[in-house]
């Protein structure tokens, strides 16, 4: 649980910050998304290097 505001929490006493829901979610977004593009972006690599083996390979 966060203990310091950040401007996304909300202030639940004694100086404890609670994350609230909408940015609990959206951070989750951001999280996926972040994680889709990575994959998408090893896939990309990954049919580069084919192509470029498959370019170079005597025929």
Do not use: C, F
């Not at 979610?25 to 090893?42: A, F, G, K, M, P």
């Not at 990309?44 to 192509?51: N, V």
């Amino acid at each position: 649980m966060p203990s310091e505001k950040d401007g996304k929490d909300k202030h639940i006493g004694n100086g404890v910050y609670k994350r609230t829901w909408l940015y609990t979610h959206l951070d989750s977004i951001i999280s996926n998304q972040d994680q889709e593009y990575t994959r998408q972006l090893r896939t990309a690599q990954q049919i580069i290097k084919i192509e470029n083996l498959l370019s170079t390979t005597p025929e």
